[in-house]
């Protein structure tokens, strides 16, 4: 039995931009944010500068409740650079408010995962000096 962690190697590591630094900020303070639209309601992931729904430019951010379901999901035994360990689990996450993120599976076997597993998003400071999300089996 071996439980899924946080890849702690000298893997390949997002670099906040101009739009993404409130996303990456929220990470490192432990919370979960996305765009909610002030014209349409809609939520938009990954940082825009415009609705995915409405192409319209009054975004604001918001924390998510961390929670959602998984939409999608494949497991990795041949990665694309040798730091990463395998097996890894990404999923695409169906958050409760309705958007879509792209995170990696923890805290179970790569076997317990299928589409609907209830999820909830965990933080980790990698050394390399960023806050990654990922995500954990609710209990
Ligand atoms: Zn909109």
Request: aromatic content about 10%; some cysteine.
């Amino acid at each position: 039995m071996t439980l899924l962690t946080p890849q702690a190697g000298d893997i390949p590591l997002p670099v906040p931009g101009a739009l993404s630094v409130p996303y990456w900020e929220g990470c490192a303070a432990g919370e979960l944010r996305f765009q909610r639209c002030s014209d349409c309601g809609g939520a938009t992931h990954t940082p825009a500068v415009l609705c995915a729904h409405c192409t319209s430019t009054d975004l604001v951010w918001e924390v998510s409740s961390g929670r959602g379901e998984v939409y999608s999901w494949t497991t990795i035994w041949r990665p694309a650079t040798p730091a990463f360990e395998v097996p890894y689990v990404p999923l695409i996450v169906e958050m409760e408010e309705g958007w879509h993120m792209l995170a990696d599976l923890v805290g179970c076997e790569h076997d317990a995962v299928h589409v609907g597993l209830a999820v909830e998003v965990e933080f980790f400071a990698h050394p390399g000096g960023i806050t990654l999300p990922y995500f954990h089996p609710r209990r």
